[in-house]
């Protein structure tokens, strides 16, 4: 299992990145995929998983209205569009999966365990 992201980059307040994950190495064909990110000093925190079986997807607090993920599985790629981007978003992005067949109730808790290399943010004026 692999993957790669891209897009980030810095940009001001208020602004938008749309990050791109490429996805290869699966086995089976129901894995959830989300987004998780690490600031410096701060803890690991999910942001984003949605699910393949049933779509559900789950948005953690501090990124709901202003985030959205999308997955296209012809092409092996799930992005993840930010908009009013804040300081606070600041950090290394992953792309990730809680696992083959691990649906809602490993989505809904953010729980990853496979991820890349991440790609970095920045956001501040």
């Known amino acids: 299992v692999r993957f790669v992201e891209s897009g980030g980059g810095s940009v001001q307040p208020g602004g938008s990145l749309r990050l791109s994950c490429v996805v290869s190495g699966f086995t089976e064909d129901h894995y959830a995929l989300g987004w998780f990110r690490q600031a410096p000093g701060r803890d690991r925190e999910g942001i984003v998983c949605t699910t393949s079986s049933d779509g559900s997807t789950y948005y953690a607090d501090s990124v709901k209205g202003r985030f959205t993920i999308y997955r296209d599985d012809a092409n092996n790629m799930v992005y993840l569009q930010m908009n009013n981007l804040k300081p606070e978003d600041t950090g290394v992005y992953y792309c990730?999966?809680?696992?083959?067949?691990?649906?809602?109730?490993?989505?809904?808790?953010?729980?990853?365990?496979?991820w890349g290399q991440g790609t970095q943010v920045n956001v501040s004026s």
């Open positions: 990730a999966t809680p696992g083959p067949y691990r649906g809602s109730y490993y989505c809904s808790r953010f729980r990853f365990d496979v």
